[in-house]
């Protein structure tokens, strides 16, 4: 988690302090239990510490959308601090463990140390940018470019917190997972992984995924770090 503010903002050695003396109850998800519910009312933020997490709505007809995607060191649901109902479901995408954080004791750590409040609130803006990232990105770009802009961001988002190496990964969510994030069908997702394949910008065997041509895959899915607002993000 520190790892992941100090690449969105400056954290002194006193706010490192604070962030390390935060307490937290870590407990594992299996990928088929949620982690918490659209309409529930929680007490705890959650900072994920292993795995993928992603934020999930379903419409009437119980089609899911993925709204976005969280990996290691991301506070999905800090919001709550100030939102007394939640209006998305958190779900794990894989196994995975996460420290569960009392809303009670992070409002008296941002009441006693503003600067942590200002980091914490440049977090949330920055999950505000990627979700209109992805709008546009299901919006407006084609299936190629959804598919291919969804891969590069987490490319990046894993290497900035030095998960990964390169432009290698391993990436266990299904492909029905993926369909709901770019809002298409499995089907679709399939073919569409086919022809970025194809055209040699991606290798994948099994739940590893290695973008071969960086700088291909980086035009295909018509990718630009800045919504990130990482000091180290880059495209190449």
Known sequence: ???????ISDLTQSDIAVLESIQFQT????ADQDIVREGDRPTNSFVVLDGLVGSTKLTGEGKRQVTSFFVPGDIPDLHGLH???LDCTFSPLTRVRVGLMRHDALRAICDQQ???ATVFWRSTLIDAAIY???????????AYARTAHILCELIVRLRSVGLISDHVAE???????LADAVGLSTVHVNRTLQELRRN???VTEGSRFHAVDWAGLIRAGDF???????????TL
């Not at 209109?132 to 084609?142: A, F, I, L």
Request: proline share 4%; charged share 25%.
């Open 27 to 30: 407990r594992d998800y299996h």
């Open 83 to 85: 939102l007394s109902v």
């Open 132 to 142: 209109r990232e992805w709008v546009t990105n299901v919006g407006r770009r084609d």
């Open 200 to 202: 040699g910008l991606i």
């Open 1 to 7: 988690m520190i790892r992941k503010l100090q690449n």
């Open 171 to 177: 990436l266990p969510i299904t492909q029905a997972e």
């Open 114 to 116: 503003p600067s942590i």
């Open 224 to 234: 630009d770090t800045t919504y990130l607002h990482q000091k180290n993000a880059r």
